[in-house]
């Protein structure tokens, strides 16, 4: 079973609008972090913003604030007043237990249209 | 500004002859990571550094090896590379393994090019 599906292989939003991008994910570990990275085509991932299983509040960070559901397994990348430079793609990441490896969904691009 | 560097961004190699991508850090991080991205493909893990224990990951080719030298340094060896290995391969860097709190942070990437 895919551990991060990430079901919107592309986006459209109007700049200066807000746009979610999903993520769902898979563990049977209470303990987990999730992570959004962006990934312009220049290729190096950015790290956007990161969600801990047990955190009690969504965490924000400026524009990006993660929509976390834990009952239905989703943290969902929310981004408001969409820019130009927003264009690229978003990986929503899993980290589990104590395991070092990060595991990536396939990604989402998002186009931001003038 | 403290951060991860990858040299070359480009990398063209022939079929079969080795080549050695090359990581460095300012972080002084004592993690540092080796992904494979290929094509419109989520960026999968070939192996790690924790100081200089080496952790493989089990479906990573023997064709793939690593070297760290030093906490700022970490190479990339492919022996005997494919058309298959044609990829982005991307370092990352986090302070401790094993906790979900810990961010990677990632380097801009070496795009390889098998000829």
């Known amino acids: 079973a895919q551990k991060i599906t990430q079901t919107q292989p592309g986006m459209f939003v109007q700049e200066k609008e807000a746009v979610t991008l999903d993520c769902t994910y898979d563990t049977s570990d209470p303990s987990y972090g999730l992570f959004w990275y962006k990934q312009p085509s220049s290729g190096e991932m950015i790290f956007l913003i990161y969600?801990?299983?047990?955190?009690?509040q969504n965490a924000t960070e400026g524009r990006y604030s993660l929509n976390f559901q834990k009952a239905r397994k989703s943290a969902n990348l929310v981004i408001s007043a969409s820019q130009l430079g927003d264009s690229a793609m978003y990986f929503c990441?899993?980290?589990?237990?104590?395991?070092?490896?990060?595991?990536f969904g396939t990604g989402t691009r998002l186009t931001v249209i003038p | 500004d403290a951060m991860v560097i990858q040299n070359p961004r480009y990398q063209v190699t022939q079929f079969g002859k080795p080549v050695t991508l090359s990581c460095s850090q300012t972080?002084?991080?004592?993690?540092m990571y080796w992904y494979q991205q290929k094509s419109s493909q989520a960026p999968k893990l070939l192996f790690h550094?924790?100081?200089?224990?080496?952790?493989n990951e089990a479906d990573t080719p023997d064709n793939f090896q690593s070297r760290r030298p030093n906490t700022s340094f970490c190479f990339l060896d492919i022996r005997s590379p494919g058309l298959g290995d044609a990829a982005m391969y991307l370092c990352?860097?986090?302070?401790?393994?094993?906790?979900?709190?810990?961010?990677?942070?990632f380097g801009p990437g070496t795009r390889l090019l098998v000829l």
């Open positions: 550094y924790y100081d200089k224990d080496f952790n």
């Open positions: 969600q801990g299983s047990y955190d009690q």
């Open positions: 972080l002084n991080h004592n993690v």
């Open positions: 990441a899993m980290r589990e237990g104590r395991a070092n490896n990060l595991f």
């Open positions: 990352a860097t986090s302070l401790t393994p094993g906790s979900v709190y810990e961010t990677q942070y």
